[in-house]
């Protein structure tokens, strides 16, 4: 069974991972493991390059294939932001309760017809220095400014699905790792490594 080290340390995307690769061949370590590694500088000006910039931090450091993502929310009618800033949009610590209220005085105002947003979604895997596989994936929606739904994390509760009239938040785990922008681009990676690792005579028959 292959080692991957997922370069998070948030519980709620290790967890959507572990939930939608459950039955593969992987085995994946979680950050919290290596305490001792320091945290990787995220200062890249797009989701690739942060995942690009993680992937190769954390597998230098643990010798280990690593995964990482970069992900967040892009809000139209704010230019695009928080973006690249979404975990700490508000400053840090690290805070979802705090992120969302910004967003949503920043959006004070502004029409429900002009709050169309979408969540997106970077991988990379890395070996070493070494980008052995990049994907991506996005989820467009619209901001809400009341939070509904107990499920997921992050801005999932004002993140409505207009098709579906329910936030990501309020989505059961199997139905939101079908729909996520997370979900996109880890399905697409995991193609990819099925057959990289087919390929390399590393994937069971």
């Not at 681009?185 to 193609?191: I, V």
């Given at each position: ?5 997922v370069?998070?340390g ?13 039955g593969?061949?992987?085995r ?13 500088v995220?200062d890249?000006?797009?989701?690739a ?8 931090h ?8 690593t ?10 009618a ?28 920043a ?25 052995l596989?990049?994907?991506?994936g ?14 997921g ?7 409505l ?10 989505l059961p ?11 996109a ?7 990819q490594l ?6 390399r ?5």
């Open positions: 069974m292959l080692e991957v080290l370069a998070t948030n519980p709620g995307k290790l967890r959507e991972i572990r939930e939608i690769t459950a593969l061949p992987l994946w370590r979680a950050l919290a493991e290596f305490p001792h590694v320091p945290e990787a995220e890249g000006d797009t989701f390059e942060n995942a690009r910039r993680k992937a190769r954390y597998s230098r450091a643990t010798g280990l294939w995964l990482a993502d970069d992900s967040g929310l892009e809000v139209d704010l230019g695009g932001a928080p973006g690249v800033h979404s975990a700490r949009y508000a400053g840090l610590p690290r805070d979802d309760r705090a992120n969302n209220r910004k967003l949503i005085a959006l004070a105002g502004v029409p429900a017809a002009r709050r169309t947003a979408r969540f997106r979604c970077a991988i990379a895997l890395a070996d070493g220095e070494h980008i596989l990049e994907t991506d996005r989820v467009e929606g619209r901001i809400i400014d009341e939070p509904r739904g107990a499920n994390f992050g801005y999932d509760p004002h993140f699905v207009p098709e579906l009239g329910r936030t990501m938040a309020e785990s199997a139905e939101k790792n079908a729909r996520s922008h997370r979900g681009a880890l399905r697409a990676m995991l193609r099925e057959a990289l690792l087919r390929a005579g590393l994937w069971p028959a």
